[in-house]
């Protein structure tokens, strides 16, 4: 028996992601969202040091963190079963109600750091929901030719809001308290919900025949139409991923019922066995592992040590921030770069010895362009493996891709901040450095080393 590969199917050119109203007013909608977030922890930040004692607000500030790390995975199964508009249009409105409360609570009484508490747990839980769909809406908005780009509209938009939502945040809390500042975070979170109202939604295109880059589409000889040979491993004839028959309940005449745990399975075993996800996600866990420590905690010790100041602090973390952004609108301008794989594992392998590099500068000025270059370099790989997610998954399953990816980048980078300062303090920030970007490497090795990966290609 012969086999050949079944090529993809020809897309007509839509309108760029840019000049599209509804990818426009997605993108307004989750920008207003990300500026009342930003606005939302530092008036958080702000009442739960007014409220209590340093390691009280750090508690309070960190206990969000929980639920949202326990609780991802359901919550991608969630976005794949009821639809990513629909769960962060219902987010959105849960998280706008609750800080509104929270605020006009704080204009009349001071309950206290249980109020407190309570309202960080509550956007936890429904971050845990929210993170998972806003990854899968892009699928659902523009054309998977437009997914690169609209991942480089979408680290813009990031950007903007870390830029913009401090002085807000700072701004609502020098005019009334914390309490301003709560009710200006909700109002902001409240644009969201009638933009993405406005957003239609569209059929999303399947990733299968994307050549070596997705699962093997074989033919017989024949080509006999309807021919099982004919599809993928876990997608039926009509496109569709099937669900795999688990235990002797299952039957042609009566399926397995559809649990949310089979859900869960079912994505965690289709991501297993993708040639290109698997690998991916992977890399993106050590790059995330070794980036997050040296480039948070680590870089504020290192400017102490130094005796750069606060002030040189900021100009290096800006310079951070000023490469990740030109990045972001590399891509938003380009719409798509040759060779996504290699080159998101190149810059990978690139930024991991800058941030080795970053912790022998000998001064300020240096350590700013070894930051630009870090921030360039990690937002480029960045913005790839994330424009790889969105145009390799299958979109039934991108809830639940986009909450594994969020669980290694949310839930498990961040650990390695309290270690990477016990380390620092035992070893030195030279070696700490070094060894944090041995871990990025490994990511762009992983990247390398596989060949799917390796060859991945963004749609044009």
């Known amino acids: 028996m012969t086999t050949t590969v079944i090529p993809p199917a020809a897309q007509a050119p839509g309108r760029p992601a840019h000049r599209d109203g509804n990818v426009l007013r997605w993108l307004g909608a989750y920008t207003a969202s990300m500026i009342g977030d930003n606005v939302f922890y530092i008036a958080l930040s702000w009442a739960a040091v007014q409220s209590g004692t340093p390691s009280q607000a750090g508690l309070v500030m960190a206990v969000s963190a929980v639920p949202r790390a326990l609780l991802m995975l359901g919550g991608g199964v969630v976005a794949d079963r009821f639809g990513p508009r629909r769960v962060v249009i219902g987010s959105d409105a849960v998280r706008c109600a609750a800080v509104l409360t929270v605020a006009a609570l704080l204009f009349v009484a001071s309950p206290g750091l249980w109020l407190l508490a309570l309202l960080a747990v509550v956007f936890g839980i429904v971050d845990a929901v929210f993170m998972p769909a806003v990854g899968a809406l892009p699928a659902r908005v523009t054309g998977r030719d437009q997914l690169a780009r609209v991942q480089g509209m979408r680290g813009l938009a990031v950007r903007f809001a870390n830029v913009a939502g401090a002085p807000l945040g700072g701004l609502g809390v020098a005019l009334g308290g914390s309490a301003t500042a709560f009710a200006l975070a909700g109002l902001l979170i409240a644009v969201s919900v009638p933009l993405l109202i406005s957003v239609r939604m569209r059929e ?35 496109g569709t991923p099937a669900r795999v028959p688990d235990g002797p309940a299952a039957t042609p005449e009566r399926p397995a019922p559809a649990t949310a745990w089979r859900d869960l399975r079912d994505g965690l075993r289709y991501i297993r066995g993708h040639r290109v996800l698997a690998p991916l996600i992977v890399a993106i866990a050590l790059g995330d592992l070794g980036f997050v420590g040296p480039l948070n905690v680590g870089l504020a010790l290192l400017a102490d040590q130094r005796g750069w100041g606060a002030s040189g602090m900021g100009l290096v973390v800006a310079a951070f921030g000023a490469g990740a952004g030109a990045a972001a609108l590399l891509l938003a301008w380009r719409g798509t770069l040759p060779r996504a794989g290699s080159a998101g594992a190149a810059a990978l392998l690139c930024g991991s010895v800058a941030i080795g590099a970053l912790a022998y500068v ?93 060859r991945a290609e963004l749609p044009r």
Request: aromatic share 4%.
């Open 362 to 454: 000998p001064g300020v000025g240096a350590a700013v362009g070894v930051a630009l270059a870090i921030g360039l370099l990690a937002g480029l790989s960045g913005a790839l493996c994330g424009a790889l997610l969105q145009t390799q998954s299958e979109p039934a399953y991108l809830g639940r891709v986009t909450a594994v990816a969020g669980i290694v980048s949310l839930g498990l980078a961040p650990l390695s901040m309290p270690l990477t300062a016990a380390a620092i303090g035992w070893w030195g920030t030279g070696p700490v450095f070094v060894a944090s970007a041995v871990v990025c490497g490994l990511g762009g090795v992983v990247a390398l080393g596989v060949r799917d990966l390796r």
């Open 204 to 238: 999303p295109v399947s990733a299968v025949g994307d050549g070596a880059s997705t699962a093997d589409v074989v033919a017989d000889a024949d080509d006999t139409p309807g021919d099982p040979e004919d599809v993928p491993a876990g997608v039926d004839e009509s």
